[in-house]
């Protein structure tokens, strides 16, 4: 008797357990089909580590493999085209993403991401630029240490900038005070609230290590905002508008 009076729930939570599994199952074979976890693992690794030979190397592979679909290549090719503009070949990863399938107006952003963040226009800090020995240091020991995670190595510049406001080290002339202190030097000062505002916008990334900061740091209090919070699709979205302009 009882089994009969709780056949319909049961029978309603066999039904849900059965989507849910199905749409498991599908979400595994597009990562499966579309090499997802092998992007992703490349994207962090063009992101956080310098090692041309193997990239390009690399890169050629993913532009012309008909597995990985046109915006995974689009994203790897600006990626590359960010931490290789001087010392790579740029031009050559331009003419692979045309081959593989990149439509022309597509491969024409990376030409706007470098007017936009190239060498001559973005602050310090996105790979280590101007500090060698801790460029070199920070790759020797990820090379001794690995990574806990190959899929979440990245961390944004962002925490590098909290980082040397909580120790006294932000340098002046990358972030003048407007207001000096009176009686301290004003880079050796250490704010118990930090606000931080992002014109163009913030993302998702920044706004989950600012949140892991403030759980581990309880005397000194982060908050983050910005003008939007971008994924790569709104961002690729701003790129076209400014390729307008």
Do not use: W
Request: with cysteine; glycine share 8%.
């Amino acid at each position: 008797q009882n089994f009969m009076e709780n056949f319909p729930e049961l029978r309603l939570r066999s039904h849900n357990v059965s989507k849910h599994v199905a749409l498991m199952g599908e979400l595994a074979r597009l990562v499966d089909v579309c090499s997802l976890m092998d992007v992703s693992q490349f994207e962090q690794e063009l992101a956080c580590t310098d090692d041309h030979t193997s990239h390009m190397r690399e890169l050629m592979e993913k532009l012309q493999s008909p597995n990985i679909k046109i915006p995974d290549k689009l994203r790897l090719g600006l990626l590359y085209a960010l931490r290789y503009e001087i010392t790579g070949n740029v031009n050559k990863v331009k003419s692979a993403m045309k081959s593989g399938g990149v439509p022309s107006d597509m491969v024409e952003l990376v030409n706007v991401i470098l007017r936009y963040g190239g060498t001559n226009v973005r602050g310090p800090g996105l790979y280590g630029d101007g500090n060698l020995v801790s460029k070199m240091t920070k790759s020797f020991m990820t090379s001794v240490q690995g990574v806990s995670n190959v899929y979440s190595q990245h961390v944004p510049v962002i925490m590098d900038t909290v980082g040397s406001v909580v120790k006294g080290k932000l340098r002046q002339e990358h972030y003048p005070f407007a207001i000096k202190p009176k009686h301290a030097e004003p880079e050796k000062v250490i704010p118990e609230e930090i606000l931080i505002f992002m014109v163009g916008g913030t993302t998702y990334e920044e706004a989950t290590k600012i949140s892991e900061f403030n759980e581990l740091s309880p005397n000194v209090r982060v908050i983050l905002g910005g003008s939007t919070v971008h994924n790569s699709t709104s961002y690729l979205e701003e790129l076209k508008a400014m390729r307008r302009s």
